[in-house]
């Protein structure tokens, strides 16, 4: 059973840092990685999807990479802003669902 | 163009109703999934539709949820007998083929059951 972990569970930086969200997964054979914003009390918001045959995708001011031997993902916000504020979530997809992480809840003070 | 859409936005019943949640996919979507998300949680899967089928149910809690998608296009969660632990954020997303492809999520629907 597909399991995911992210880490930090909460994390709060000044404006304009650069930051790294982590996420684990315990089985490799995934079709892609997705990154998804939440913001409070609303539905997901994809940010980025990372197919398994690809190392990275960017958009914008995020990078987000995946190594599947090692089961991880990474999430680079560059130049953070305080709109940036909001919950990350990662997941993993496995035949027909998508298995996610609790999230990290980041907050960016301006 | 139109995303996913959900109604009600919130719904508060009290234990032992019967509820009833609607869900709208983007127009051509083959694919659409119903999650529950409990505070603080990440979301989890209930169940995946292609088309009108239900190709995979095994994320249903118990008997007392049931989901529908007769014309492969709208589909309904239904939950029987509502008990306390019923009260989450339950979403719905749908993609073009299901598989390897982006989810599209909804805004949710926010069942209390008191």
């Known amino acids: 059973k597909q399991e995911v972990t992210q880490i930090p569970a909460a994390l709060s930086v000044p404006e304009g840092e650069n930051l790294v969200l982590n996420c684990s997964f315990t089985?490799?054979?995934?079709?892609?990685l997705q990154w998804f914003r939440q913001d409070p009390g609303k539905g997901l918001t994809s940010l980025l999807l990372?197919?398994?045959?690809?190392r990275e995708q960017t958009s914008g001011r995020l990078n987000a990479s995946l190594d599947k031997s090692s089961g991880r993902s990474t999430l680079y916000i560059a130049a953070s802003q305080p709109g940036d504020s909001a919950t990350y979530l990662c997941?993993?997809?496995?035949?027909?669902?998508?298995?996610f992480g609790e999230g990290t809840q980041l907050t960016v003070n301006p | 163009g139109a995303g996913v859409s959900q109604t009600p936005s919130n719904k508060v019943t009290e234990k032992g109703k019967y509820v009833e949640l609607r869900c709208d996919p983007i127009s051509g979507h083959t694919a659409l999934y119903w999650y529950r998300q409990s505070l603080g949680q990440g979301p989890e899967f209930l169940i995946y539709f292609q088309g009108t089928g239900a190709a995979d149910d095994s994320g249903l809690p118990n008997d007392r949820f049931f989901a529908v998608r007769p014309e492969g296009s709208v589909s309904t969660l239904k939950i029987q007998r509502t008990e306390r632990g019923d009260s989450a954020m339950y979403l719905c997303?749908?993609?073009?083929?299901?598989?390897?492809?982006?989810?599209?999520f909804g805004p949710g629907t926010r069942l209390l059951v008191l």
């Open positions: 990372i197919q398994s045959s690809q």
């Open positions: 089985d490799s054979a995934i079709y892609n």
């Open positions: 997941a993993a997809t496995s035949g027909s669902r998508l298995t």
């Open positions: 997303a749908s993609s073009l083929m299901g598989g390897r492809e982006t989810q599209y």
